[in-house]
């Protein structure tokens, strides 16, 4: 039988049950009163807290945009070293040049072209902290964290490459990578550790990513 507890609480009745059975770990999220997950990740069950970060965590995931959540949150988790980006849209001209004002310089941004569809116009900023992955997040730690996660084929090299540039490079195109849109594996572990989003979900995407692939013909 599996050992299921709340493991984070969103917001707007959004849960997160983690679902331990012998060498599998699973995470569902749902609505605290529905039966049915919207999303689940699923990976080897290692301890939870493994890996160590105050900018990792399962808040972070719960603004990827899969579900509700209060995007108020990602106002301000960069500024507050919860998140060491966050991708923020706004539709309201005044609050989004009131949000850079208060920025000042102290946190590099990346403001794309305006987005206009129909009657609507979408103002979108990637907002990071100064420095790259690698001043904030223990690299070791995070291999090794994969390998106990059984993910084995992720090449190292090019993960810490991207890891060691300035962080504003990875959003501004500078860099060529796109974390919207991950080219490939190493990408998509980058896009993880630049966006918070625990170890575990990263790995349970790779897993599914890995076997889709495998039944392609």
Request: aromatic share 12%.
């Amino acid at each position: 039988m599996a050992n299921k507890y709340q493991i984070h609480k969103g917001d707007k009745g959004i849960v997160f049950i983690r679902a331990d059975t012998g060498r599998v770990s699973r995470v569902s999220v749902k609505m605290e009163t529905a039966r049915r997950a919207i999303r689940s990740y699923t990976f080897r069950n290692i301890p939870a807290g493994t890996f160590q970060s105050p900018y990792i965590s399962w808040a972070n995931l719960n603004c990827c945009g899969g579900w509700a959540y209060d995007e108020s949150y990602l106002l301000t988790a960069v500024q507050e070293g919860k998140k060491l980006c966050a991708g923020i849209v706004m539709n309201d001209e005044n609050k989004y040049r009131a949000f850079l004002d208060n920025l000042g310089g102290e946190y590099p941004c990346f403001c794309p072209p305006v987005r206009h569809n129909g009657p609507y116009t979408f103002y979108h900023v990637d907002v990071t902290r100064q420095g790259r992955i690698t001043d904030y997040i223990d690299m070791k730690a995070a291999r090794e964290t994969y390998s106990a996660l059984r993910i084995d084929f992720l090449n190292f090299d090019i993960i810490t490459e991207y890891a060691e540039k300035q962080m504003i490079h990875l959003l501004d195109g500078t860099a060529a990578f796109d974390y919207a849109n991950p080219a490939n594996n190493e990408q998509l572990a980058v896009t993880g550790l630049l966006l918070g989003y625990p170890l575990e979900s990263t790995a349970a995407l790779l897993l599914e990513q890995t076997c889709t692939k495998a039944g392609e013909v």
